[in-house]
């Protein structure tokens, strides 16, 4: 299996990375002989991956560093970089290979310090492979600080440095570091060729993946979730019971709070998974005695250390929180279709009979209200006011619509 088959439903993505993986392997070969790159050449230092959520942007960026660090035999015979074999593609893949940065953060933003230490090491030549390549899996996240930092290395990189930056849209990137990068657009891919791929690679039952697939309208990290977590089948089980539960002011404000519950109690899961071994792990590596006290002057990092998982928390929230939003938007979404007689396919058939009663009840522009309803919500919530607010205001608007 080549590192290409997780791009699902993006073949000219595909085509493009792979042409310019085969145009990489080409320049550093020639390179190593002393000779000099062609000019027409499809590769470049700067990437920018843009698509909308589950459309597979980190993985089409994690395929195309597994292709650049490809040494493959088949290489020399013709065959295009990223054979998924080789120790090359394998390493990169499972996030071991030694010139290959993923970047991925689990907080609300990243900052200057964290951007500065990722410029520094870009200037490092490979130790190992044939290029260093930085993949930065939320270039939106960057501070403005942060990518002022980034700007210069990406503006001039060292000579075997490769940038890929992944972005929902370009608009969430600084204007001054997208102008200097190639940029790739990829699509939501379609609900069957999710469902197919849940089948071949993970062994999902074909018509509960089919199931997932569409609950998710194409997001495959999500449609994986859905199709093998019981706590996700029944969050979602229970989003999609609110729209029935706000006939009044009392059952909006306590659907409300158990949507907020929920999400808290992600959060804190996380976070009993996560903060403990981490408090322990620095612990030892400051010299701290087990159930004793720090050294001295170690009170610094351990508060650092805190104030990391606190903002590790409140981005698990607000993420479990939007989720469930989204979910609830397909919901009236599926309501919409049926009240103007769309022969769109419906995303939440499981609950067709919900759909059809709240579809009954109310008229198209009560639902388009909700939907702008629920679009308000999240947006109060990137605005960073209280969660518990935002979600009752939405839930009183859904029962009034």
């Known amino acids: ?44 230092h700067a990437w920018l991956f ?10 089409a960026a994690r395929a195309f560093a597994s292709a650049l660090q490809c040494t493959s035999p088949d290489r020399a015979m013709g065959g295009v970089p990223g054979c998924g ?27 200057v310090k964290e951007t500065r230490d990722l410029v520094r090491r870009a200037q490092l030549s490979p130790a190992v492979g044939r290029w260093q390549v930085i993949v930065l899996e939320d270039a939106d996240r960057l501070t403005e600080g942060a990518g002022n930092v980034l700007l210069k290395a990406v503006e001039e990189p060292a000579p075997r440095t490769v940038w890929l ?40 039952d ?26 996700a089948r029944a969050r ?3 989003v999609l019971r609110l729209p029935l539960r706000v006939d009044d002011i009392g059952g909006c404000l306590k659907a409300a709070q158990e949507l907020v519950d929920a999400a808290g109690e992600d959060a804190k899961q996380v976070a009993e998974d996560v903060d403990e071994k981490e408090t322990e792990d620095l612990k030892a590596a400051l010299g701290g005695a087990a ?24 981005r698990t929230q607000r993420d479990t ?30 609950v067709r009979d919900s759909l059809d009663r709240v579809a009954r009840d109310s008229t198209p522009e009560r639902t388009l209200r909700r939907i702008e309803a629920i679009i308000a919500c999240r947006q109060a919530l990137d605005r960073n006011v209280a969660p518990l607010l935002a979600v009752e205001a939405m839930a009183v608007s859904l029962r009034t619509g």
């Open 85 to 111: 074999f080789c120790d090359g593609c394998h390493t990169t893949l499972v996030g071991t290979h030694a010139d290959v940065e993923i970047v991925r953060t689990d907080l609300l933003s990243i900052g």
């Open 236 to 238: 979602r089980a229970t």
């Open 206 to 231: 074909p018509e509960a993946a089919l199931t997932a697939a569409r609950a998710t309208q194409g997001h495959i990290g999500r449609a994986r979730r859905l199709a093998t977590d019981e706590r």
């Open 50 to 59: 843009t698509g909308p959520p589950g459309s597979g942007r980190s993985t």
């Open 321 to 350: 929180l939007d989720l469930a939003l989204t979910d609830l938007t397909g919901f009236y979404r599926d309501v919409l279709a049926l009240q103007l007689g769309s022969s769109v396919a419906l995303a939440n058939e499981d």
């Open 291 to 314: 159930g004793g006290r720090m050294p001295r002057g170690t009170a610094g990092a351990m508060k650092e250390l805190a104030d990391r998982q606190k903002r590790r928390s409140t």
């Open 1 to 44: 299996m080549t590192v290409w088959d997780d791009l699902v439903g993006q073949e000219r993505v595909q085509a493009q990375l792979a042409g310019a993986a085969r145009d990489a392997d080409a320049q550093v070969t020639v390179q190593s002989t002393g000779g000099v790159a062609a000019d027409a050449s499809k590769m470049t």
């Open 165 to 204: 930056l992944c972005a929902p849209s370009l608009e969430d990137v600084l204007p001054t570091i997208r102008s200097r990068c190639r940029h790739l657009t990829l699509s939501t891919p379609s609900v069957t060729a999710v469902a197919d791929v849940l089948v071949r690679r993970d062994g999902i």
